[in-house]
């Protein structure tokens, strides 16, 4: 599957979003990381968080497509708890 032209455009593209994604969380994470992690482990947390959210925009990309992906998506949404609060935009945005 991965070998085809408009696939690996594809996975290019989640990829960067994967990045844009991660220096977006990192960016929130500031005050939390001066005031609780050393840089030696924000460095190590950096790759996990930019794996994780490549992986769960790929699963959701090829959510149709791949048993596996389908089987990590449902997985992974039916631990989100109750209780979590909606999501909110960090800075007030054009809507």
Known sequence: MQDSPVIKTIIKGLKAQSKYCAIVVRNAMEDFHSKNLSDEQMKELNPIIRNAIYTA????EFYKNSEAAKDFVDYHSSMIPDYWEAPELLTPLDQ
């Open 57 to 60: 925009l790929y699963t959701l």
